[in-house]
């Protein structure tokens, strides 16, 4: 997975509680490499930072009453944890206005649909300047996420046990600890402003302000991390392809027997359903390449060997026939409970469920 941008525009220091939201997800996705991070809930407020479906999704789970998560496939550990939580605030920090937020309509409808949650909104954040109420104009996904967004605001507090503050126009200058532990997230206030190309961004105003927090989650992106010896495009993130066939960083010479697919080969947009059939697409071109490719011996140009070639090396590898007997034990383990699925969590229990 690319990594979260880092550095990042704002001082993080190393406290305790201070993470990119990209580990809390793993955590609560059961990924095995997140599963005993140690999340602490044990104060009111978490600040989620960034505008984007991943930080709506961290701040769904954070508010989420922990009876609406047990009907899903969340990780039992990540369960436990939230079931005993105490935060009854989660804050989200939003750099621009509400026009230029990237969440989409689904995820931002569902916070409404969360029960126990109110969603607030200052309705001064959605006065929109004239630059953004102009490109609104015609910004289907913008247009309707505004409209949700004041009606969020209209309904405003009505006391319900957990609340999302939506918070606009408003950057991170500084996280704040005490112990080691974060303790609050000093913010400044934004105006947006022309940028050369056309662009509205985010210019600092010098007014201050402190928001107590246990736990901040950070959101702001993603972006490819080079690897030795491939080519890697400094400017975009990515690595230089034609395709998926990778190619010289100048674009025009593609270098034999290098491919790459996803993230790396786009930069880091769309799901998982994007990125399936954008694989495939470069899986194709491999197979096409193969009978011609230079320095590969002939008897392993044929696909089908290539179980053969990974057990005569002692490779211990899983197949996708192995994963479909772990996802038929894990929709198993769900139905019992009338869940998706429970989830393993732990490498070795995984493989044990593989070859037993
Ligand atoms: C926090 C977060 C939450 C998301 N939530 C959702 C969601 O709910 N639904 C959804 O559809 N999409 C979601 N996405 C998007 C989805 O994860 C991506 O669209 C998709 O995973 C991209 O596919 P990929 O192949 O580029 O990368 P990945 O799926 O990340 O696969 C890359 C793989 O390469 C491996 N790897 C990396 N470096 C090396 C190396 N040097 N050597 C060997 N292996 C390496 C990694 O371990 C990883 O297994 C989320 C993304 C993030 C970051």
């Known amino acids: 997975m690319p990594s979260p941008i880092a550095p990042w525009v704002f001082l993080v220091k190393i406290f305790s509680g201070s993470l990119p939201a990209t580990a809390f997800v793993g955590w609560y ?6 599963r005993d991070l140690a999340i602490d809930l044990s104060l009111e407020r978490v600040v989620v930072v960034g505008n984007g479906n991943v930080a709506m999704d961290v701040t769904r789970i954070l ?6 998560l047990a009907k899903t496939d969340i990780a039992d550990h990540a369960l436990d944890v939230l079931r005993a939580s105490k935060v009854r605030e989660v804050v989200m920090l939003g750099r621009r206005g509400p026009v230029q937020a990237a969440f989409t309509t689904p995820e931002l409808k569902e916070f409404g649909e969360l029960h126990g949650v109110d969603v607030i909104v200052d309705p001064a954040d959605l006065e929109l300047d004239e630059a953004s109420a102009a490109a609104m104009v015609g910004d289907k996904t913008a247009t309707k996420n505004v409209e949700l967004l004041r009606r969020y605001a209209a309904r405003g507090d009505t006391g319900a046990l ?21 303790a609050a997230v000093k913010i400044e206030r934004n105006r947006l402003a022309q940028s050369a190309d056309g662009s509205l961004r985010p210019r600092g105003t010098g007014v201050f302000e402190t928001i107590e927090a ?9 972006r490819g991390v080079p690897l030795a010896d491939v080519p890697f495009d400094e400017s ?5 392809n034609a395709g998926g066939r990778v190619t010289n960083t100048g674009g025009d010479a593609v270098l034999p027997g290098l491919y790459v697919v996803g993230w790396a080969k786009r930069g880091p947009s769309g799901v ?17 390449d193969i009978a011609a490719l230079p320095g590969i011996d002939d008897a392993h140009r044929d696909p089908a060997l290539i179980e053969a070639l990974l057990r005569e090396r002692g490779i211990d590898f899983v197949s996708y026939a192995d994963w479909q007997r772990l996802d038929g034990f894990e929709t198993a383990c769900g ?13 070795d229990e995984m493989l044990r469920v593989i070859r037993e």
């Open 29 to 34: 996705n059961g990924h095995p490499d997140y």
């Open 63 to 68: 508010a989420a009453a922990p009876e609406e």
């Open 162 to 182: 957990r609340r999302i503050v939506m918070r606009f126009l408003v950057s991170p200058v500084e996280v704040l600890g005490e112990d080691g532990r974060v």
């Open 214 to 222: 246990s736990m901040i989650l950070r959101s702001v992106g993603y």
């Open 236 to 240: 975009t993130g990515v690595i230089p």
């Open 272 to 288: 998982i359903g994007t990125n399936k059939p954008d694989a495939a697409a470069t899986v194709v071109l491999m197979l096409e």
């Open 335 to 347: 139905q019992q409970q009338g869940r998706p699925r429970v989830k393993l969590t732990r490498v």
